[in-house]
Antibody
Framework: EVQLVESGGGLIQPGGSLRLSCAAS????????MSWVRQAPGKGLEWVSVIYSGGTTYYADSVKGRFTISRDNSKNTLYLQMNSLRVEDTAVYYCARESYYDYYAMDFWGQGTTVTVSS | EIVLTQSPDFQSVTPKEKVTIICRAS??????LHWYQQKPDQSPKLLIK???QSFSGVPSRFSGSGSGTDFTLTINSLEAEDAATYYCHQTSNLRRTFGQGTKVEIK
């Protein structure tokens, strides 16, 4: 059974750093495209970043230069390192698998982890 | 960046009624358009992939159509459990984007 479990969220002051984790089971992270998507309180979904199976990464302009997506193949885990956090980064952060067989639609999502940036 | 614009933003619908949600892309994206359903306090769920292909386990009342810049999600004979926000999403571009969402309320 495919499962994604995020962790690492919390309350952080503006300018601080946080690392989110997304532990996967039932499939191999390194052979899939994996994305982070966030949702600010009461708002819609916003794509944040993707890492391709080959390791290439892309970011939304709103986080480029501040966030870094990575993975640990030995732990089958996806990460999002978030630096220089801003109040507007406050959101629920989801990890999701982009399925090659589903034309890179996000076929499985985690339950989300909440990041609150506030002084 | 490819901008996806959904209409309407909100729709109040009677059970068994048909619902149509439109998603327009700022440039052609072929068929790389997907639809998700999100209920309150839940993660999004994939409904339709590649514009018109139903994802496994999705009820047959959900269907998608379109290509290029204009896409449609149709819910035939709406049920109470379909109250949710629906999002379109494109993977044509390296930087994925989502539509702003359409909230469907049951009257």
């Amino acid at each position: 059974e495919v499962q994604l479990v995020e962790s690492g969220g919390g309350l952080i002051q503006p300018g601080g750093s946080l690392r989110l984790s997304c532990a996967a089971s039932g499939f191999t992270v390194s052979t899939n495209y994996m994305s982070w998507v966030r949702q600010a309180p009461g708002k819609g979904l916003e794509w944040v970043s993707v890492i391709y199976s080959g390791g290439t990464t892309y970011y939304a302009d709103s986080v480029k230069g501040r966030f870094t997506i990575s993975r640990d193949n030995s732990k089958n885990t996806l990460y999002l390192q978030m630096n220089s956090l801003r109040v507007e980064d406050t959101a629920v952060y989801y990890c999701a698998r982009e399925s090659y067989y589903d034309y890179y639609a996000m076929d499985f999502w985690g339950q989300g982890t909440t990041v609150t940036v506030s002084s | 960046e490819i901008v996806l614009t959904q209409s309407p933003d909100f729709q109040s619908v009677t059970p068994k009624e048909k619902v149509t949600i439109i998603c327009r892309a700022s440039q052609s994206i072929g068929s790389s358009l997907h639809w998700y359903q999100q209920k309150p306090d839940q993660s999004p769920k994939l409904l339709i992939k590649y514009a018109s292909q139903s994802f496994s386990g999705v009820p047959s009342r959900f269907s998608g159509s379109g290509s290029g810049t204009d896409f449609t999600l149709t819910i035939n004979s709406l049920e109470a459990e379909d109250a949710a926000t629906y999002y379109c999403h494109q993977t044509s571009n390296l930087r994925r984007t989502f539509g702003q969402g359409t909230k469907v309320e049951i009257k």
